[in-house]
């Protein structure tokens, strides 16, 4: 080859649309592995006590009485909404759901294992996106050369902030964690798709997780447009011109709204709504002025997150004050947002990226609660992202002032890292996390209720009456289950009168709620009025023909009725809805072995003795129909655990002496 030659080649243009080599090309690959392990490993040590949290709140409805996703086949669960709710379904959402019920039924941990495992996912994809971003063209003279560090502190700050704990920690918000991994993986697609030789792959990845995202959380509805004005701003220059080379790319995106239409049309049709326009209690003009509060206050989180609450039930905006004060911030930055995408500045995405996130829970649409912090999960990563930037901007040229404001970041990393930890525990026990709540936000009438109602299952009455009271004093929004729950505490204290007028009450509020009748009717079977107990009992099963609790109370009944068939049909029903009611196998089979099926009733008492292996009462009535069967050895065994367990049972030493 001439000189002339060599020359005339290298002088040669770029091939039309070429990109420049990332960093992560060619970079050597120890150094490559590096940011993804310290993001991993900053993840698992920010959440490391985060895997034994409880149920809370909407996790009882859509997990733990959720029916649809106790089984993988057939699929139909997918579409099916979660009973007694108004939303549509996520089935995504459910499927991964259903996923962990078959592997541990309801054992809290593997589901908080795969929220920690969405969470670092979506952190990886966040620092591709962002390592990928800055050495596009607009951005590469100012941060080309440490786009991966900037990306990796950008990236790092996000996962292990403390604002994301209730997004991590609340397992029903693992809608809005796959919804921001498919999100994220949505717009690594497309940037591959840009950059990779092989567009098609990339382009069928970015399509196929903006469809999965569609079905894990309707906010993906954004995502389509979102990526269009990321390229505008860092590929293509126009809307237009992304149009036109990718066309491809957007007719799949713009064909995944189809999904989010497919999703919204199974939701089910109730009279009252908790979201959209046709929720009655806030208006579109009530919710929208009641905003810009409600995102000033996420931006204080985001910079400094003390104190974060777990439900803050917001209220409206109606002074002067409430309304104006947190618009001086938000306006301008919604303007300066508006003003910077005109001017192609890429300033302007990180505007985009976090009020148009946000636009579906944060505009004019109603929704019942008017703000959540893990509304804020897939927005801040905006301003993690803003503040490295902007600091690297402004310190870099200062060799002294930028070791200060590494130290500075390292300290805040550390400091974030800490309030993590923290935080994670209040997870670990409702009433710890409703006491919290109430401490935080003492006028939230949920938050009394939600605690009074814990110290009620705990059998801690004297705490619970006045914590129940405060909520109805408070109007909470299901008022009926206040009074519901603070008659069940008042008899349980022997305050029976009391109790009969809120169990009153709670079915004058709600007369189709099952739980006011199953309440009602304890109560009336303290009283011994068995069959007005019997009545609301029966009332309750037809309101909620699935409850398994609901048939195993009037079965209970009806044997101490003598009933003993009617019992059994109902012990049969109870332990066929949930195959681990050890208390259901156990009545079954006393109730089977009263009428003289001992050999039925053995199975029952087995399966319950496994499930419950040290409990007296299991062992003695195994050991008595194993007597009554004839199989008196094994009966022996069965009686003598009994009593090693409760020396002081009168009939067991009765029966085993029997045997002798």
Known sequence: MSRQQDISRASAPPKKNALPKTATTSTPWPRRILPPLLIILAGFVAYHNSFDGAFVLDDIRHIVDNHHIRRLWPPDYLLNAPPKTDVAPRPITNLTLAINYAAGELHVRGYHIVNLLVHLFSALLLFGVLQRTLTQEPLRAHYGTQSTWLALTATLLWTIHPLNTQCVNYVIQRAEGLMALFYLLTLYGAIRSVE?????????????????????????????????????????????AALR???????????????????????????????????????????????????????????????????????????????????????????????????????????????????????????????????????????????ITAGWTLCHRNRTVLRLSLALLAALIGTYTMLTI?????????????????????????????????????????????????????????????????????????????????????????????????????????????????????????????DPDIRYNLAYTLMQQGKLEEAIKYYTEAVHLRPSFAEAHCNLGVALNAAGRADEALPHLRRALALLPNNARIHKQLGKALARSGQREEARVHLTKALQLNPSDAEAQHTLASLQ
């Open 196 to 240: 990779s030789t092989h567009r098609w792959p990339w382009t069928a990845i970015a399509v196929t997780a903006c469809a999965l995202g569609m079905g894990s959380k309707p906010i993906m509805a954004t995502a389509p447009l979102t990526i269009l004005l990321y390229d505008r701003a860092f590929l293509s220059g126009s809307i237009m």
């Open 245 to 387: 080379r990718r066309p491809g790319l957007y007719l799949g995106l713009a064909a995944t709204w189809g999904v989010l239409l497919l999703v919204q049309a199974h939701a089910p049709n109730v009279p009252e709504s908790s979201a959209g326009f046709g929720y009655k209690d806030v208006s579109p003009l009530e919710y929208l002025r009641t905003q810009s509060g409600a995102l000033f206050h996420y931006l204080r989180l985001a910079l400094w997150p003390n104190p974060l609450c777990f439900d803050y039930k917001w209220p409206v905006a109606r002074s002067t004050s409430e309304i104006l004060f947190p618009s001086l911030l938000i306006i301008p930055l919604l303007l300066g947002t508006i003003w910077t995408s005109i001017r192609r500045r890429p300033i302007g995405f990180l505007g985009i990226w976090f009020f148009l996130i946000l636009a579906p829970t944060s505009s004019f649409i109603p929704i019942a609660d008017l703000a959540f912090e893990f509304r804020m999960y897939l927005p801040l990563a905006a301003v993690t992202t803003f503040i």
């Open 422 to 546: 923290r935080r994670n525990p209040i997870y670990r026990d409702r009433l710890l996390l409703w006491q919290d709540t109430v401490t935080k936000r003492p006028t939230n009438p949920r938050a009394h209720m939600s605690a009074g109602k814990e110290l009620t299952d705990r059998g801690n009455f004297a705490e619970a009456i006045p914590a129940l009271t405060q909520a109805i004093a408070l109007k909470p929004d299901d008022e009926w289950i206040a009074h519901s729950t603070l008659g069940v505490a008042l008899t349980a204290a022997g305050r029976h009168q009391e109790a009969l007028d809120h169990h009153k009450e709670a079915l004058r509020l709600n007369p189709a709620g099952a739980l006011a009748h199953t309440n009602m009717a304890d109560t009336l079977a303290r009283l011994g009025k068995l069959d007005e107990m019997i009545e609301h009992t029966k009332i309750a099963l037809g309101l909620s023909p699935t």
